[in-house]
């Protein structure tokens, strides 16, 4: 199984986690095009699978399934906010492996991700705004500061004159 992260600005993915792979694939980008099992659960939105992925006319057999001989696979998107923000995949090396419980399991599991995801996005604004809000209260600080100052300078011409104004009165 693994986690693919979609890229828009290079419409490829990483495979940013799994488990069974040998080491170099987690990090390895992938093509996002419909020829690749996830690249069409991308594109369409909706949950795949694939059999047969060897011969499937349908479908690439790029690396790393050739390399750990995956025959099928199946995907379910990972949404964020109703965007395809990633791809959930399961694969198996034996035929028939994967049914529609299989899938049903698969796309809650996606779902989950896509909340952590909205939620991971929530938590940095959050912090973001939190930040942004501390550094206008210390602007606001400094700005009163100056201001208080200013008006001490302007009372104390104010009494100056005053006093100035006393003493021709005398």
Partial sequence: ?????YHADSDDFTIDAGVGWAPGVIGMRTPAH??????RTLRTGESTIAENL???PAYDYIDP????HIRSAANAP???SEQVVGVLEIDSDVMPALEA???AFLESL??????????AHLEEA???TATKVAMLAAERELLAAELSHRVGNQLQQVQLALRLEQRRAV
């Fill in 54 to 56: 060897p011969t499937n």
């Fill in 1 to 5: 199984s693994k986690v693919l992260v």
């Fill in 126 to 128: 959050s912090r973001q």
């Fill in 101 to 103: 419980a299989d899938l």
């Fill in 110 to 119: 996606a779902g989950l991700l896509g909340a952590a995801v909205v939620r």
């Fill in 78 to 80: 990972i949404q964020a």
């Fill in 34 to 39: 419909m020829r690749n099992v996830p690249g």
């Fill in 65 to 68: 399934l050739r390399s750990h």
